[in-house]
């Protein structure tokens, strides 16, 4: 990003202000970043994201055969794990 600072420049120095300040928004943070650091922070945060919804995933699967071991109903199991029948029907 402070390649964009340093061959960008306005004509009114408020834009440029205001420039720098959409930068430091887009990096989140106030230290100076280059383009390949922030796509690999954000390609971090996506796969922290995907790893959590895959755990919630498998910890969903464990619990709807552990009810369908104790039979209960799979509209029930459904509801509550928030898996399709046809998943539950599959275990």
């Known amino acids: 990003m402070a390649f964009l600072t340093y061959y960008v420049s306005f004509e009114k120095p408020e834009m440029m202000i205001k420039f720098e ?14 383009v390949i650091e922030i796509l690999m922070e954000r390609r971090e945060k996506q ?16 619990i709807a055969r552990e009810m369908k071991k104790d039979k209960f109903p799979v509209d029930k199991i459904s509801k509550f794990t928030k898996l399709s029948i046809e998943e539950i029907e599959k275990l």
């Open 21 to 34: 300040e959409e930068v430091e928004q887009l990096k989140g943070n106030k230290e100076p970043m280059g």
């Open 47 to 62: 796969g922290i994201e995907k790893g959590i919804e895959k755990g919630i995933y498998q910890r969903s699967l464990e």
